[in-house]
């Protein structure tokens, strides 16, 4: 017996509920962006979980299309994060608050 | 209990068959170490190991019990948990790949029909290959890829300076490299039209060339160059170059800790030869064997077996010879050669590799 | 059975490691949690015969993104967090947002379970890497070559980002930017900060 498409369902969703609180959460850059890829893995899984059982290769694109994105992401991301440490010492987003006053 | 016998075969057929490529591979590999010290003494005049047995060949299994026997010492700084998972990382991601191995041709001619219970009904062929993936290139790829965590976190948690560069440089130059070996490998996919080992073996034997060696032959000179700088040997050796970093990630390492690391740079050695040699040296292929002996006998399985070990033991020979000639390369230098020059060179073999591809097959 | 188990066996591993990412202050511990996760859902993709996203998963998230995320944190020599002093109704807000997505992913459960069973296709060849091929260089071009746009972008914001002017290069620029102003009062200002 296969497990259904449901379970794949609560899996992606428990996953992204952990990367979004995640989010809210963390305080360093570093993780905010960790927290960003589980919530993106936690679609691809949907994605491929679809393609499985309607068997249509379309989500499998996607899930490569989000990779992608996700490797963009990865270069300018810790770019940024490269950056901002040099300027403050900390990779802390609080500390980002330049334009406040 | 015989059905529960019918259940069980090919989980015991499976559990034999990692036990016989396992041991296989960590037999070369522990000869390797031994061979390694031998052709270095040759090339520095030298005689090499020579006490334990005849002209040493037990010095493996004594290098073995003086690691089980020595002294574990534990930085006390350290980060405990990543401190003992690294090594681990670093053994497991080089055994992995072994699964995908193709060790040679499957045997077709046996009939299985002698085995009790029926066992033996409905297989018509016994592969050589222990998991045949449609993706074993990509797979290979990955895993190999891994392994750089091994090295990266056991330098982050030794608490040294000199580990910390030496995981800091294994991890850059992991990336740069892996660049340039993917880019090489692209040429021969395109001509094997597969991602399957086997599958790029088969595309070999039924092209014309029989080697891929021959239409890639720049293909071949970057993966190889690229190899030795996955793998961490001379004249890439820097995330361990004893003459400055004191081993590098490495250097707060002892005892069995330290086999491990030892056996996953070997093994790792192993795979890249294995890839090498599937992948431009037409794997188990042996020209004109199947004029002497039948496709798919016994004797025809075990030449082409020994074919294959062959062509792997002269890459590793490869690899010792090289490290008694090369000097290291600067860290500079090598991130020039492998950005500025060799990820170039790659991309331009895989856009001539497409074009030709194109009007051949239009 | 066997893939029920398998299943269960990686969703849970997966799960574990997420929770480990959100909880861990220290950045690298979060780093190899997450690993975890790439590498658990990459074992459920295979399950799903979906051996190339699989592969892909591996050699991209593991091997690539994960591998820069590391090399960063050694690079900064980060430390663990310090104690929060953030703003406390973040953390309310925070708390509040899972628990809705909590509920909503318990309802989609609840929906799709209660949908008439879909039964699976079991189409093995949509997985393999001939039928990927096929699909994303005929139907799906047009997104392929925006990704390969997107990525060319990326490079180059990345070199842009990290690029370090040489000080007397960065002054050279500085004087133009202020010459072009004509301000002479914070162009000594500035030349002190310097």
Not at chain 1, 7 to 13: K, T
Not at chain 2, 253 to 278: D, I
Not at chain 3, 154 to 169: F, K, M, N, W
């Amino acid at each position: 017996m296969e497990p259904s498409l449901a379970n794949y369902l609560a899996l992606s969703g428990i996953l992204f509920t952990i990367g979004a609180t995640g989010v809210v959460f963390k305080r360093n850059a570093l993780g905010m962006f960790m927290c960003i890829e589980l919530m993106l893995n936690a679609v691809n899984l949907t994605f491929v979980a679809f393609s499985r059982y309607y068997a249509d290769v379309t989500g499998q694109l996607f899930v490569f299309m989000v990779m992608s994105v996700a490797a963009a992401e990865a270069a300018v991301g810790l770019g940024i994060i490269i950056a901002f440490y040099r300027n403050s010492v900390s990779i802390d987003v609080d500390d980002a608050s330049l334009l406040k006053n | 209990m015989e059905s529960l016998l019918k259940t069980a075969f090919p989980f015991i057929v499976y559990a034999i068959a990692l036990l016989l490529a396992f041991q296989g591979v960590l037999m070369i590999v522990a000869y390797t170490v031994l061979a390694e010290r031998k052709v270095l003494g040759w090339i520095q005049g030298r005689i090499g190991p020579n006490r334990v047995g005849p002209w040493g060949v037990l010095q493996p299994f004594a290098d073995l019990l003086k690691f089980i026997f020595k002294e574990d010492l534990v930085p006390d700084k350290s980060t405990k948990f990543v401190y003992f998972l690294a090594p681990m990382v670093a053994l497991t991601c080089a055994l992995l790949p072994i699964v995908v191995y193709p060790f040679g041709p499957p045997i077709t001619t046996v009939d299985w029909t002698f085995l009790p219970y029926g066992l033996g009904e409905g297989i018509r062929q016994l592969p050589l290959t222990i998991a045949q993936i449609d993706v074993g290139v990509l797979y290979v790829l990955g895993i190999t890829s891994v392994g750089v965590y091994g090295i990266a976190l056991a330098g982050w948690s030794s608490n040294s300076k000199y580990s910390l560069m030496g995981g800091l440089r294994s991890s850059a130059q992991m990336i740069s490299y892996e660049l340039a070996m993917g880019a090489s490998i692209l040429g021969v996919v395109m001509l094997g039209g597969t991602l399957d080992l086997n599958g790029i073996i088969y595309a070999q034997i039924n092209s014309p060339f029989r080697w891929f060696i021959i239409p890639q032959i720049i293909g071949f000179v970057i993966f190889l160059i690229a190899a030795f700088a996955e793998t961490n040997r001379v004249p890439f050796d820097l995330p361990e170059a004893e003459t400055e970093l004191v081993a590098g990630f490495h250097t707060e390492y002892s005892a069995l800790k330290f086999a491990l690391f030892f056996m996953a740079e070997y093994v790792n050695m192993f795979t890249v030869s294995v890839m090498s040699t599937v992948l431009f040296l037409g794997g188990w292929y042996v020209p004109g064997l199947s004029h002497i002996f039948e496709v798919g006998s016994i004797p025809y399985a075990l030449v082409s077996l020994a074919a294959f070990v062959g062509k792997v033991c002269f890459f590793l020979f490869f690899y010792i010879w090289v490290r008694g000639t090369l000097p290291r390369f600067r860290f500079d230098q090598l991130m020039n050669f492998g950005w500025k020059f060799l990820l170039p060179l790659a991309i331009a073999n895989t856009i001539v590799t497409i074009v030709v591809v194109y009007f051949l097959n239009s | 059975m066997a893939s029920n188990v398998l299943f269960y066996l990686f969703a849970g591993f997966a799960i574990a490691c997420a929770l480990s990412l959100v909880y861990h202050r220290n950045p690298l511990y979060s780093a190899i949690s997450l690993i975890g996760v790439f590498i658990a859902l990459s074992c459920i993709y295979v399950t799903l015969a979906a051996p190339f996203i699989a592969a892909v998963q591996i050699l991209i998230y593991a091997g690539a993104i994960m591998v820069l995320v590391v090399f960063v944190i050694m690079l900064l020599n980060l430390d663990e967090d310090r104690p929060l002093t953030r703003l406390k109704y973040l953390y309310a807000l925070g708390a509040g947002l899972g628990l809705i997505l909590l509920v909503q992913t318990f309802f989609i459960f609840y929906a799709v379970m209660r949908a008439p069973n879909h039964t699976v296709n079991v189409d093995q060849t949509v997985g393999k890497t001939l039928s990927i091929g096929q699909a994303m260089y005929s139907e799906y071009l047009l997104p392929v070559e925006i990704v390969g746009v997107l990525l060319l972008m990326a490079i180059i914001g990345g070199v842009i980002l990290v690029r370090r002017l040489e000080p007397t290069q960065l002054r050279l620029v500085i004087n133009e930017e202020l010459d072009r102003r004509n301000e002479g009062q914070e162009k000594d200002d500035f030349r002190i900060a310097l």
